[in-house]
């Protein structure tokens, strides 16, 4: 086979010097056959098992995938789970804070404060609506509301330093979203964005609907991340160490909770320049 592979061989009909039929092997039709024969044959199984390689690959490929999504669904669970107990750490006889907080609004009106009555129903609001329904969809336009209750407070408290402005389409504000997603990256932005800064700064949230799709963006001027920061908000080994949280929610846990409602048909984006603010974008479908 070697002699045929390199071409060193003569079959027994051919005209040659009868010193080069000593030198070279000299084979007959039947052996020059079964020679090639056997050369088919290898060269067969070598593109049998080749194709098996291939199929083993394929399949090693997708186990593997299916244990990554095993691994994401197991953390976005994880992270539902702490973000239910979150709330419930927080749920201190619920009710009794409600009514105490609906008695000083009161107060507050009668006594002729009328800002101080304001803010209080504003608190009132937003607690009720972060502790309530944190397993719950919610219409955009709740979201809005509580994102505009948090805005009132801050702005309350730090009177002309924070200034923060909403616009969302009416077109957009039935979709469905999953509770909490905007007020805890509009509470970041003023926490660490603005707070930081000593002439304050404004946070602008704008929402349209765009054909089946939702796009929301939450806009600071504040004093931005550095880029290392940027590039490792989605890293794990940054999620598991506790950094890149927003009011003990992470922006990936956002993200995850719009995956586990709306799948791979939503997208979270983190764009920053340091000293100059940060810009979240949100896209997810248009349901209700």
């Known amino acids: 086979m ?101 008695i000083i609004a009161r107060l507050a009106l009668f006594e002729g404060a009328a800002s101080t009555e304001k803010m209080v129903r504003a608190l009132a609001r937003l607690m009720r609506y972060s502790l309530y329904q944190v397993k ?32 969302v389409e009416e077109a957009a504000l039935s979709a469905r979203v999953p509770c909490m997603i905007l007020q805890p990256l509009v509470e970041n932005a003023v926490i660490h964005g603005l707070e930081p800064k000593e002439e304050g700064g404004r946070i602008t949230v704008t929402g349209r609907r765009v054909e089946d799709q939702v796009h929301i963006e939450i806009r600071d001027d504040g004093v931005g991340i550095p880029p290392e920061v940027q590039k490792a908000i989605f890293d794990l080994q940054v999620r598991r160490s506790g950094k890149g949280q927003v009011s003990g929610l992470g922006i990936v846990n956002i993200f995850r909770r719009l995956q586990h409602n709306f799948g791979s048909n939503c997208a979270l984006d983190v764009t920053s320049t340091p000293g100059k603010g940060i810009c979240i974008q949100l896209t997810f479908p248009y349901t209700i």
Do not use: W
């Not at 003569?10 to 009868?18: F, G």
């Not at 084979?27 to 020679?35: G, I, P, R, T, Y």
């Not at 994401?72 to 750490?89: C, I, P, V, Y």
């Not at 219409?139 to 402005?165: C, K, N, P």
């Open 2 to 102: 070697g002699a045929v592979l390199c071409g060193h061989c003569l079959l027994e009909d051919d005209p040659a010097p009868a010193p080069l039929k000593v030198a070279v092997p000299v084979l007959s039709l039947q052996d020059m056959e079964a020679v090639c024969g056997l050369l088919s044959f290898v060269s067969g199984q070598i593109m049998q098992l080749n194709t098996v390689l291939l199929v083993n690959k394929e399949l090693e490929d997708q186990r593997a995938s299916f244990i990554h999504f095993l691994k994401r669904q197991h953390q976005l669970e994880q992270a539902l789970k702490d973000a239910e107990l979150k709330a419930l750490q927080s749920q201190v006889n619920p009710h009794f804070l409600f009514n105490s907080l609906n």
């Open 136 to 167: 719950e969809t919610v219409t955009l336009a709740e979201e809005v509301a509580a994102v505009r209750d948090y805005l009132l407070i801050q702005q309350t408290r730090f009177s002309d330093r924070i200034q923060g402005q909403v616009l």
